[in-house]
């Protein structure tokens, strides 16, 4: 089947305001700096994707990064797994992580977005994937006890089988005051995650974690640096409860370099920062060999396809931080995504009113 030609590619940058602020021991997320990508192809064909910016700071190069690329894939035919070792190939010396990796991703997402639309699949169709239950959990803040608490039990009433609130208060006395507060907030069917950003020294978190280690969670997540594979391995064999890592790792690289420190229990690789779906499908594979189960970051219209292909998928992390931008959000039913709606496509459809509001 000869493949459509890409024509062109459009970038448009939106804030949007995240409601409540999303506050972590390293900072507070306020709005959401998206970069939005449309990859044009022949015949009215498109593909859409999302860039989290993090920081608005970087919402202006980033942007500029997506669309410099727009003349290297003009007239590229609509291989996403070409075009994927085209970029990388071309930017070896400079390096394929940070503000360039993300492009490169948020191009991989929309190239696959537009071959599911091409083949008239839904993305995990075209992946390989069935529809089967995914389980989500939502999140809060690092908002104290009280209204910890109060987010936690939202979540529960809304059918969600997990709830993870940030932690790393200056002392474990807060931790676990937040961490308890959680629990009689939502009983003891619900699943409980915490998350430490990072906050934390190696010999800290050693320390602290012991504390918690009789908490019944499901996990801790990255407690020290994300790249210290060495000490968060002596971590994970210090402590009972299972640690989580893999939002920070940049590509399946990064993954293979922690899996062979066995640095973490789960993995949970963020699909913009590990190298889109091209290298999200890599990664995954890493993981399967390593027995190591898969959740996601961010993204959840594409992650809760993603993880419908594979043996080893575990949660889907759902976040609602540009559902005002979305045509159709991500529906999660009793703690269960629901994607069978999406008949074409990786689920990012545009609610262009939105866009123009939020737009700079």
């Known amino acids: 089947m000869t493949l459509p030609v890409i024509d ?6 939106v804030l949007v305001p995240v ?5 972590t021991a390293s900072g507070v997320v306020a709005k959401s700096p998206l970069v939005l990508i449309d990859i044009h192809c022949e015949g009215e064909l498109s593909g859409h994707a999302i860039v989290f910016a993090y920081t608005p700071i970087a919402l202006k190069p980033l942007a500029d990064l997506i669309a410099g690329f727009s003349d290297v894939l003009a007239g590229e035919g609509l291989s996403p ?4 070792q085209k970029l990388l190939k071309q930017t070896r010396l400079l390096g394929s ?10 191009i991989d997402m929309a190239l696959w977005d ?21 389980k989500a959990y939502g999140g809060t803040g690092y908002d104290g006890e009280l209204e910890t608490a109060r987010q936690a039990e939202s979540w529960a009433s809304k059918g969600f089988k997990g709830v993870k609130a940030k932690i790393g208060y200056p002392t474990v006395a807060e931790d676990l005051r937040v961490i308890r507060a959680m629990r009689a907030a939502v009983g003891p069917d619900v699943g409980l995650m915490v998350d430490y950003n990072q906050s934390l020294s190696p010999t800290d978190a050693i320390a602290r974690l012991s504390h918690i280690d009789h908490e019944d969670l499901l996990w801790i997540e990255e407690p020290t640096r994300a790249h210290d594979y060495r000490n968060t391995a002596r971590i994970k064999d210090a402590i009972n409860t299972p640690i989580q890592s893999g939002e920070n790792w940049w590509g399946p690289e990064d993954m293979q370099l922690a899996l062979e420190a066995d640095a973490s229990d789960f993995v949970m690789p963020d699909v ?6 091209t290298g999200w499908q890599k990664a995954v594979h890493l993981a ?35 559902n005002a931008i979305l045509a159709e959000p991500l529906v999660v039913t009793n703690g269960y995504c629901d994607f069978e709606a999406v008949a074409q496509g990786s689920g990012i459809t545009w609610n262009e009113k939105a866009i123009e509001r939020y737009r700079v």
């Not at 992580?97 to 948020?106: D, E, F």
């Not at 992946?127 to 239950?133: A, I």
């Not at 961010?298 to 889907?316: D, I, K, N």
């Open 97 to 106: 992580q940070g503000l360039v990796g993300m492009a490169i991703a948020g």
């Open 114 to 134: 537009a071959l599911a639309h091409h083949q008239q699949l839904p993305l995990h169709r075209l992946l390989g994937g069935n529809v089967t239950p995914v």
């Open 81 to 84: 797994v070409a075009i994927n």
């Open 288 to 322: 399967e060999a390593a027995g190591k189960q898969v959740s996601s970051h961010l993204w959840p219209e594409v992650s809760a396809q993603l993880l419908t292909v594979g043996s080893t998928s575990h949660w889907l992390e759902y976040v609602d931080w540009w």
């Open 272 to 277: 913009m920062k590990i190298g889109g779906i």
């Open 19 to 23: 409601n409540p602020p999303h506050r």
């Open 8 to 13: 062109f590619v459009t970038v448009r940058t």
